[in-house]
């Protein structure tokens, strides 16, 4: 399989959830701006949405959109529980917060990262943003990963979402479950892994 990435984007999610289901992958750079490989190639011959993340599978067929790319390495190494078995309650819980987190989070945040954007348009999302990580808190409570005791793939969306808001400068001091999930979640060394290989986490 290859992952075509960019470091820090969206595609964090499905790197964390390959190390974490100890599957061989190989990462592809992609440069966002120009949609172009590290080599040159032009990205959007492999992905037309021009977006990542993207998988291609041994078959050469490609799979896109972040929430059901992780779905699929989950069911790829059932073994490592990174997803609830399918057509049970609890699968229909993680997709609930798989979606919960791209509607509600990635869309809200995403945006802030635009050069154009105006302050007060900024602002406007990261009020929006801010109410759904209060709401994330209160569901943590007494819970050490989103479905609780297990960690799964909508882990490491969250986590990756969280990252954007410390880049972003969210003030999220308050919201105590939260930060100490961050922490738990940035403690795995399959997640420091995946950090360090995007060059945003030095090697130890």
Known sequence: MKLYYSPGACSLSPHIALL?????????????????????DDYLK????????????DNGE???EGPVIVQMIADKASAKNLAPA?????RYKLQEWLNYITGELHKN???????????????FFKDRATAKFKYIDGQLAGHDYLMGKQFTVADG??????????????????LSNLKAYQARVAARP???EALTKEGLLKAA
């Open 190 to 192: 399959k997640v420091k």
């Open 46 to 57: 492999v992905n037309p949405k021009g977006q990542v993340p993207a998988l291609v599978l």
């Open 157 to 174: 969306y969250l986590f990756t979402m969280l990252a954007w808001a410390d880049l972003m400068k969210f003030d999220l001091s308050g």
């Open 20 to 40: 974490e289901a100890g599957l061989p992958y190989d990462l592809v750079k992609v440069d966002l701006r120009a949609k172009k490989l590290e080599n040159g």
């Open 86 to 90: 399918r057509d049970s309650v609890e």
């Open 109 to 123: 945040i995403g945006p802030m990262f635009s050069p154009v954007l105006s302050d007060d348009a900024k602002a």
């Open 62 to 64: 490609l799979v896109t």
